[in-house]
């Protein structure tokens, strides 16, 4: 283009914002409210997250241009321990973190400053603001900024959080919560919001078994204690050191590492003492429940780090169990080692204790002899036990050597049988995480005990309904999440909504020693933009956002003159915030992550729909996929993705914006690919030189053919890309902007299309359907056209269908295919043409083709019916076979079509006259003589029987 791209960027950014069209105010304009899903500050943003951003801006963009009244308001996420973790890794100088802060223009000057967490968000939201979303354009409504760790925004979580109590959806009791051992009490949620890795991680519920071994408690964890009548001995990895530790009375003896664990959910532990696994080997204890004396044996798959790191072992029901005693039976010199009896382990049998359907009566026997699992060292181990432990589960029973709980169902067993042995005290609950999570301080995460802990109600069974009943209402893209969300609001139960800690956030308006977590301070927030602007102008002070200010704004209650008076606001303002809510909420799409769908997504809704009117329940949610790595998906606190600002300045911001939008469904992951971004470059290149060579022409105004196809394709391109929108497909926009607009434009042209009159207007319309996603070009070329306003406030292209014409249509992509044949046969047979004999169809085959046709418009087409009509039909009839072999083939083609392919089939034109017209434009083509003969001419010159082959929309072609 004739200046520098980021010249053009800087050029109508600045231009945008001076005249304020990014900021929004009430009118009589239907309005439209959108956010994305404010973004944590835990360090420098990458190229992934400008996909979804980018996403809010187009379809903001879009809408704008359609009439709207569009409120796009950005904001920050700074809850939880991110920005200190940053700050105290920058202030021991981590070699690592000042690299990556280097890479991504930090200066050096400026790294002093961020050793404290406040500075560290201000630093960063300058950086979110500046560097990345007004870089990309975004018409983001910049005086309305808020961040999590303001205290107006404070001010107002502790309103919702007041509401919440008083609607009865805040409870507490004691919890097991994931807790970084330095941090205190974290999120484990996809998001990772507080975390460096672990966010799928789930809490496990393990049963501590007890059994006595003279003076000591050999402690084993369990997932199954269901299965305890089938113990027939005891494992302990003898290569391990376990330590002993006294927990009241008892002294048990566990892992250290399980001790590192459960001392954070049970007070008092203490080491008193080691002991090597070796000496427990040969050792007799008593099972639990059973009060049989079982064996300790040796086995090195017990790891220190699962459970306890001892194991009960069940081999009638567990593959590692059965697969671990086989071996050691064998194992002569094992079995010597450690001065075991061989016939004493030999005669251990496994005890079959449940019946399965399908199975015999030693399902974990079975199946390592259907897998042909010979050793404990063997992978499939897991999955063999995967499918034993499912089967038995749901479909299994209690058989009778399990006593009184003989016939009862394996589920219902193992919480009675549990419960029993917790009663008796020979069992203990033990809570640990299903894999390692580690903080963002870098401290491993495990799970504590809080006996006071603060909880929000989403099981609540009235707000579950209510909020199930309106999601669908909603708009929820992609449609899979739309039905996906009602069982996720189902299965979506109480949460912990504070803890304790070294977190920046808010403080709990109950008991301010609790900070409000970073899920449940981010859940209603998109109504605060709507009052965050008179903060941030100065019109509101932080200490007269009170409960009542709140109530009165947002729920309409309270009398605003007593109000305004008790606060000392003045009653206009007042009046004026509380009209904004009206007019603005209730929001209408939420834009966020996938990671979003099973935490924020539920929780935004439920949030709105237990505190506020039905009429400001959200109306949307639009959940976006990855931009991944060559590894996986990229994480902004970890490093490894490429500067923003560096890749907007060596592909261009239009260039990313158009990658975005373009480059795959927003519902599927999408890898970085440079080449594809060079591509996009030279696509929007190849679109500005186009643009040039039309404006270059100045044809004459008469209206040919070739121009009626161009102007049915523009509307048809434009009821496409708003058809598409009406789910704000933003790829099918790309898609009909950027690559099958200009395919019709460069075909236009091929056919000698230069009317002058037609090319402005195509011009004025493409360029305003460029503007949602690359507005920095269509600006500019805006601007060429000797436009005056924005092309971003100008109004998105509308249809007129009557200048939709798919005969003409038709009759070009007629044309084409014929171009296409023909090419086809000269890139196989070598031959350079001279003379190209077409032949149209007879009107025989016309006419069983229209008769197929007319059947399938009534859903009345089968091949025997339209046999039958055709064989019926005394001039068919004369054709005999090849009539009813043509309509078979023609209903085959046409049962496969759809609606629309159908209505295409239905635009007529007379193939033989059409292709006479065209006849010159095919010579210029293929530089020879080009004939154009009906199939039904009997003088027609057919040296080799072509003419037979035609039929309709399929000419046959003869090249010599």
Known sequence: MINKLADIERKWQERWYDVGINEAEPDNRPKFMIIFAYPGVTGYLHVGHLRGYTYVDAIARYMRMNGYNVLFPVGTHATGNGAISLARRIKARDRATLDYMFANGCLESEIKNLEDPINVVNFFNDVYVNQYWKRFGFLADWRRFTCTIYPDYQKFIQWQFRKLKAKGLLIQKPYYAPACIECGPVAVDPSETDLQKGGRAE????????????????????????????????????????????????????????????????????????????????????????????????????DPSVGTGLVMSVPSDAPDDWIALKELQENETMLSKYNLDPAEIRKIKPIPIIDIDGWGPLPAVEIVEKMGIERSSDTRLEEAKKIVYRDGFHKGKMNSNCGKYAGMPVQKAKELMRDEMISTGEAELFYDLSEEVICRCGKPVVIKKVPDQWFIDYGNKALTEASKRHAKTMHILPPEYYINIQNVLDWFRERACVRQGNWLGTRFPFDEKWIIEAISDSTLYPIYYLVSKYVNEGSLKTEQLTEEFFDYVFLDCGDPESIAKKIGVDLELLKRIREDVEYWYPLDINLGGKEHMTVHFPAFLMNHVGILQEKYWPRGIFVNWYITGKLGKISKSKGGAEPIPGAAERFGVDTMRLYYAHIASPFADVEWDEEALENYKNRIDRIIKTIDELRSLNGMEEFRHIDRWMLSRLNSRIRAVRE????????????????????????????GGNNKKLINRVLDVWIRMMAPITPHIAEELWENLGKECFVSTSNFPNVIEEEIRFDVEEAEEFLKSIVSDINEILNVTGMIPNHIRLYTSPKWKMQVFSTALDLAKRKELTIPGLTKIVMKDQLLKTYGKEASDFARKTAEVLLKCSNDELRRFEAQFDEFDFLNEAAQFLRNEFACEISVYSADDPKAPDPQNKAKLAIPRRPAIYVE
């Not at 048990?252 to 590192?260: A, G, L, T």
């Not at 929108?725 to 099958?740: G, I, P, T």
Request: charged share 30%; glycine share 4%.
């Open 203 to 302: 809490i496990i519920e393990y049963t501590l078994l007890k059994f006595r071994c003279e003076n000591l408690f050999l402690v084993a964890a369990t997932l199954r204690p269901e299965t305890v009548f089938g113990q027939t001995n005891f494992w302990v990895n003898p290569d391990v050191e376990y330590v002993k530790v006294k927990n009241n009375d008892e002294i048990w003896v566990i892992s250290r590492p399980s001790f590192e664990k459960m001392k954070y959910q049970k007070e008092g532990l203490e080491i008193i003492d080691t002991i090597a696994g070796k000496e427990l080997v040969g050792k007799k204890c008593i099972a639990p429940m059973i009060h049989k004396e079982i064996i300790v044996l040796p086995a090195t798959f017990c």
């Open 724 to 751: 598409g929108m009406k789910d704000f497909d933003l790829r099918q926009l790309a898609n009909e902007v950027y690559f099958e607009m200009i395919n019709d434009i460069r075909w236009y042209l091929r056919r």
